[in-house]
């Protein structure tokens, strides 16, 4: 099973590369399942079904989400109607789910989404219940499992890697908007602290650099935009799983603007 997952997309210049890139990368590279992070898709808060379905027809599978999934109220409703994922360790109550199992070509993966605890709202401790939700899975024989760890701290992203290397397929970090180089496989388990955004490259996490600096330099929050005119980057990782639910490969793959896609790291076993 090959499948493309793609960091946070951030508004219209998110969706402007997702549209250049997508359906050439999928057919070139045999891609069978996509997954992108959607938090930030309409206008870089939350989502909305019009996104959702512009995303979908360019060719995503599976929406996860993050702290941005609440952004935009009018989404609640139709959370079920998708193949849309929020946070797991949301409570019980909230709207949507935070797991799905995607079944493509008689192969089935789950996807878990999973909030981390540093610098976010208060949620169920991840760690906690990832534990169980990966234990119910393999109750349930699926074997190929990935989750979007939407988190802050590389720390926390690195621990869930060592309690549950071997056990799922792949953990994709995402939420920083930073691509970090640390793709590697360990026990079967694929892993990268942060796939980094697909949208504005010249803007800051893909907003309009006014607000954020004005921000951090009196403390003052404004409203932040997106940048009318930018330079954009496509960031993906391709993710190969055996038939036994284990990583054999990973590759980061970027496009910028007009530029075909080319792939930047390689996984590295440790
Ligand atoms: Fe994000
Ligand atoms: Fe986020």
Known sequence: MRVLFIGDIVAKPGREILKKHLAVLKKEMNIDIVIANCENLAHGFGMTAKTIDEVILYGVDIITGGNHSWDKKEINPFYDSYNMLRPINFPDGVCGRGSLVFEKNLQKLAVVNLLGHYGMGMVENPFNMIEKEVQRLQNEGIKNIIIDFHAEATSEKNALLFMLKSK???????????????????????????????????????????????????????????????KKIFQAIIIDIDGNGRCIDAKKIKAYDDQAPVITMESVRI
């Open 168 to 230: 799922v397929s792949f953990i994709a970090g995402t939420h920083t908007h930073i691509g970090t180089d640390d793709l590697l496989i360990k026990d079967g388990t694929g892993y990268v602290s942060d796939v980094g955004l697909t949208g504005c490259m010249d803007g800051i996490i893909g907003m309009d650099i006014d607000a954020p600096i004005y921000r951090f330099k009196t403390g003052i929050k404004k409203n932040y935009d997106i940048p009318k005119k930018c």
